[in-house]
């Protein structure tokens, strides 16, 4: 039960420096159209996920992440030298890795403010638990953006613009989400050719027996399901904890689990089942894991994890 907290919580959980002590006279007249273009668009007003307006003077050189979802954000958007400070659940791309540590699921504030950021993403999904921390931030001259918590593609999208805005890289967000947009568009065009009797129903199971949590309506797992035009057997909302029975009722075609990062062989564990013998997604062995990290972070991968899931669930298919 406690993996399956820490599940949630992480899944509720996605430096430049100055060029130079002045301008040389001698520097090319190129370079500093460049750098009067980028100043631009500073300083930014962007309303956050709280409704607070944050008004972000200059182009963010150093640059703190509390939440795996926005490091992914902003090492995609090109800002890897300028993330600074990362949490301790961050594990992509491998350099985010290597950054400094700022904590759990409570950042370490002085850590935070001995990184001397010029900008924080925080994130909706822990504002209110981090309120404090997040205040005295401020309170010592931080800039804090939160990023919503995203619960569908277009507030991914949202947080992708919204992050690229504060970091001076609004059109790399642009093109990025226009870019994911088309992807998951044609994800959708080659489910939609899917014939009602070949449809499948799905349960994407995140905490395994004996206590059984699904992924209801109201998720982002329920919409990436739609997407791929498969059909989630799990109709209570949000993450219920499931009774074995009502499973075997509902009698899934295919079971996807999202936790064997953390459980030993988890598509094994569902094969076993006393009981689970007569699903049809058990008696055809159409039980598949999937990376949870590409399915949960609300990041620029979710597409990747769209993919995935369909490679799961119509293998015939999406190949």
């Known amino acids: 039960m406690r993996k399956f907290y820490a599940f949630l919580l992480t899944m509720l959980l996605a430096a430049g420096v100055l060029a130079g002590c002045g301008e040389s006279a001698e520097q090319p007249k190129e370079e500093k159209k460049v750098e009067e273009g980028q100043n631009a668009a500073f300083p930014v007003t962007i309303n956050d996920a709280l409704d607070n307006e944050v008004v972000i003077e200059a182009k963010p050189e150093r640059i703190v992440s509390v939440i795996p979802s926005n490091t992914e954000i902003a090492f995609e958007l090109g800002l890897g030298e300028e993330v600074v400070g990362v949490s301790d659940f961050d594990n992509y791309?491998?350099?985010?890795?290597?950054?400094?540590?700022?904590?759990?699921?409570?950042?370490?504030?002085?850590k935070v403010i001995s990184l001397n950021p010029d900008l924080v993403l925080a994130h909706a999904s822990s504002a209110q638990s981090s309120e404090a921390g997040l205040q005295q931030l401020r309170d010592a001259g931080v800039t804090?953006?939160?990023?919503?918590?995203?619960?569908?593609?277009?507030?991914?999208?949202?947080?992708?613009?919204?992050?690229?805005?504060?970091?001076?890289?609004?059109?790399?967000?642009?093109?990025?989400?226009?870019?994911?947009?088309?992807?998951?568009?044609?994800?959708?065009?080659?489910a939609q050719g899917i014939k009602e009797e070949d449809r499948k129903s799905v349960m994407v199971e995140v905490s395994p027996a004996p206590e059984i949590y699904a992924a209801g309506t109201e998720t982002f797992m329920?919409?990436?399901?739609?997407?791929?035009?498969?059909?989630?057997?799990?109709?209570?909302?949000?993450?219920?904890k499931m009774d074995p029975e009502a499973i075997i009722e509902r009698n899934p075609d295919v079971?996807?689990?999202?936790?064997?990062?953390?459980?030993?062989?988890?598509?094994?564990?569902?094969?076993?089942?006393?009981?689970?013998?007569d699903i049809n997604a058990v008696k055809n062995k159409q039980v598949a894991?999937?990376?949870?990290?590409?399915?949960?972070?609300?990041?620029?991968r979710i597409i990747e994890g769209v993919e995935e899931l369909a490679k799961a669930v119509y293998p015939d298919i999406f190949k």
């Open 144 to 190: 804090v953006l939160v990023v919503n918590d995203a619960k569908s593609f277009d507030q991914v999208f949202e947080s992708i613009e919204m992050v690229g805005t504060a970091a001076g890289e609004k059109e790399k967000a642009e093109q990025l989400v226009s870019d994911m947009k088309s992807q998951l568009e044609e994800i959708k065009t080659k």
């Open 222 to 240: 329920d919409e990436m399901l739609s997407a791929i035009n498969a059909e989630n057997i799990i109709t209570e909302e949000g993450w219920p």
């Open 255 to 277: 079971i996807i689990t999202t936790h064997g990062y953390y459980t030993e062989d988890a598509v094994g564990n569902v094969l076993s089942r006393d009981g689970w013998q």
């Open 289 to 300: 894991d999937v990376d949870s990290d590409m399915v949960t972070r609300s990041g620029p």
């Open 93 to 110: 791309p491998q350099e985010a890795a290597e950054k400094e540590k700022i904590g759990g699921l409570e950042f370490n504030v002085e």
